[in-house]
């Protein structure tokens, strides 16, 4: 079977940097790689959207979002509207992208599982949002950017869709292929307030 292993697994190796004395060495920051998730995208077919609608809501037990900008939560599903008829489910349940692959049908959905070419990583602390705005150009002062709302924009000539998970934590999703080229800005972004590196179950 299948494992998939980390993508920056020798990048979190290096260990916490800068900082200075206090707590945690004065370190404001951690970046974190989120692991265990699965990710799976849904496309609707717009000609039969209320029929394919109808099956993702007996699939999921909820319905999908609406909004293009906030995260709908229902068990452990984080559901996110990627575009006109585009969703993506985040799960810490293994299992979800094939059973979604085996109940919706496939007449009204495409069912893509991108779970192993998508990495989280996590970036908390009270300095999380100064750091990131430096390479996002997205307004993340908090009463633009709320927790619970998410954004699709560009990082260091990649996309991102980044998510304000709580006050000082932001989650950001990107191309496994461009994971250490990502990690490698955050870390430099992040030098002057210090920080330490981790990975933790999504």
């Known amino acids: 079977m299948f494992e998939a292993h980390s993508a920056i697994q020798t990048l979190l190796a290096r260990g916490a940097r800068g900082g200075r004395d206090g707590a945690n060495g004065g370190r404001a920051l951690r970046i974190i790689e989120r692991r265990g998730f699965t990710l799976t995208q849904l496309v609707l077919h717009r000609r039969s959207r209320d029929a ?13 979002p609406t909004a293009v900008d906030s995260v709908a939560v229902t068990g452990d599903l984080r559901l996110y509207r990627t575009g006109p008829e585009h969703y993506w489910v985040v799960s810490s349940e293994p299992t979800t992208p094939a059973r979604l692959e085996g109940t919706l049908p496939g007449e009204l959905i495409a069912v893509t599982p991108l779970s192993s070419s ?5 970036v ?8 990131l705005a430096t390479g996002i150009p997205v307004d993340l ?7 619970g709302q998410f954004a699709q924009s560009g990082l260091h000539h990649t996309g ?9 934590r932001y989650d950001l999703f990107f191309l496994r292929t461009f994971a250490a080229t990502l990690h490698d800005w955050l870390t430099d972004a992040a030098l002057v307030h210090g920080y330490d590196l981790g990975s933790e179950a999504y």
Not at 52 to 64: E, K, N
Not at 141 to 147: E, L, M, S
């Open 52 to 64: 394919g609608l109808a099956s993702v809501r007996s699939a999921l037990g909820c319905d999908l």
């Open 118 to 122: 998508r990495v989280c990583v996590s």
């Open 124 to 131: 908390t602390g009270a300095k999380a949002g100064a750091v």
């Open 141 to 147: 002062h908090p009463a633009v950017f709320r927790v």
């Open 160 to 168: 991102v869709l980044l998510e304000r998970r709580a006050e000082e």
